[in-house]
């Protein structure tokens, strides 16, 4: 087995339910904290996506009310 062949994250098999509980407060208080520290790669990358394919007008024909052909 080479080194990059091991998993980035090793998570344990059987944790307690206040263990399994705390690893997952732990988990949201560190993805709260990333999305706060990189907040403004995340808003300029969204921005980015949605200008790239403006929204449908509300008078556009939906695909599902379309006849068959």
Do not use: C, W
């Amino acid at each position: 087995m080479e080194p990059n062949d091991l998993p980035i994250v090793v998570l344990p098999l059987e944790l307690s339910d206040d263990s399994a509980a705390n690893l997952l407060e732990f988990l949201h208080a560190l993805t709260d904290a990333l999305e706060r520290h990189y907040a403004g790669e995340l808003l300029r990358r969204e921005h980015k996506r949605f200008t790239q394919s403006p929204p449908p007008h509300p008078s556009d024909p939906v695909l599902d009310d379309l006849p068959p052909f």
